[in-house]
């Protein structure tokens, strides 16, 4: 199903240009608006236009859970998923709450959580109830990996279709920092110990025992860098398939999509995999505190806008840059010219 695609919209180079012009022409220092300018830009090399479109937009929350969970390695039990996958779609989580001051939609989708939900609010794209415990098999098959990227590919097209101009992707996952350090140590080849953090703050000793766990199961497995669909399958999650197919779907249509911290990151090298250079279709938001995230945003040569120190997952850095986009979307329709002002730059 994945060879069958049309490919990426190429980014158009003219709009980009257009787009510095159209900055340099402000009444400001030249460059003052610093990572700004850039984020304008790329909005306008994916949109193709420099009449940027990003009134109405959503936040996609893949959620499921993680048979890997059962071996310790989170500060809390699966259950959590669950309940805030509900709590997130009544308006009362971190991403949720952000959202709403940054005037987005979220959707929830269950691409894989542990219980019956009987939510309507909630998107039924169950694909089983939780991976397999990566100690005692591969997390996937190769088919479920395939599957979880076409739904995640099926519910961004949807809201595209629906009339969202950008799209920011979150997720859901008790233990799925554990899998992202998985993916991105094999992705990336890095040992382990370089890329995996405290997730939702566990402590030293049961850092160190996720460190053990993964290093386990990658040996176990032997996932195939070069084929990212087994990386997926074997230390994945379907949560990050899902994102991987929405980040596919965006770069096909033009439509910007903003990742959110590690699990994006996860998805990023596996989407990266399939189709080199889909890190110019999308923009990075904020620098996880786990510890790869340096080594993944130079692999991709990706420069997050926003250093937070946070480390919750669910979309909440992905939203916060659409207030960035808002200011800039403000920049461009109100601010005067360096010649409607006559004023000459002399160095
Ligand atoms: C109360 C709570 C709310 C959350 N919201 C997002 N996450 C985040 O933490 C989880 C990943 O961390 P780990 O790999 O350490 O389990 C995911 O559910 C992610 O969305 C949360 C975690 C907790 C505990
Ligand atoms: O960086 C993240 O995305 C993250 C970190 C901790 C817990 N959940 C998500």
Redesign the pocket.
């Known amino acids: 199903m994945l060879e069958k695609r049309t490919g990426l919209k190429p980014i158009s180079e003219a709009a980009k240009s257009e787009m510095q012009n159209k900055l340099n022409h402000k009444c400001k220092p030249i460059g003052g608006l610093g990572k700004l300018e850039g984020l304008a830009v790329k909005l306008a090399g994916i949109e193709g236009t420099v009449d940027l479109k990003t009134q109405k937009r959503m936040c996609l929350v893949f959620a499921a859970d993680h048979g890997v969970e059962r071996e310790g390695v989170s500060a809390t039990p699966r259950n959590v998923t669950a309940l805030q996958a509900q709590n997130m779609m009544a308006g009362h989580t971190t991403v949720a709450a952000m959202a709403i001051a940054n005037h987005c939609a979220v959707q929830v989708v269950d691409i894989g959580i542990d219980a019956d939900l009987n939510d309507p609010k909630v998107l039924d794209r169950k694909i089983r109830k939780g991976t397999t415990d990566i100690l005692d098999g591969p997390a996937m098959t190769r088919e479920e990996a395939e599957e979880s990227i076409q739904i995640g590919h099926d519910v961004a097209q949807q809201a595209i279709d629906d009339g969202n101009q950008i799209l920011a992707i979150g997720?859901l996952g008790i233990a799925?920092?554990t899998i992202?350090s998985a993916i991105i140590s094999v992705m990336l080849n890095e040992p382990v110990a370089n890329v995996v953090?405290?997730?939702?703050?566990i402590s030293d000793k049961r850092m160190l025992h996720k460190i053990d766990v993964i290093e386990e199961a990658i040996s176990k497995w032997q996932p195939d860098a070069t084929d990212p669909i087994d990386v997926l399958s074997k230390v994945g999650g379907f949560e990050i398939g899902g994102k991987v197919g929405a980040m596919i779907c965006a770069a096909e249509n033009g439509v910007p999509i903003i990742m959110?911290?590690?699990?994006?990151?996860a998805a990023l090298t596996i989407a990266d995999g399939l189709y080199p250079g889909i890190s110019q279709h999308i923009i990075a938001s904020h620098a996880?505190?786990?510890r790869g995230?340096q080594l993944v945003m130079q692999r991709y040569d990706l420069d997050p806008l926003l250093e937070l120190n946070?480390?919750?997952?669910?979309g909440s850095?992905a939203v916060l840059v659409l207030s960035l986009i808002d200011a800039m979307q403000s920049v461009l329709k109100n601010m005067n010219t360096l010649e409607d002002l006559d004023v000459f730059f002399t160095k």
């Open positions: 997720e799925n920092t992202s953090g405290r997730g939702s703050n959110d911290g590690f699990i994006s990151e996880s505190k786990e995230t946070m480390a919750v997952g669910e850095g």
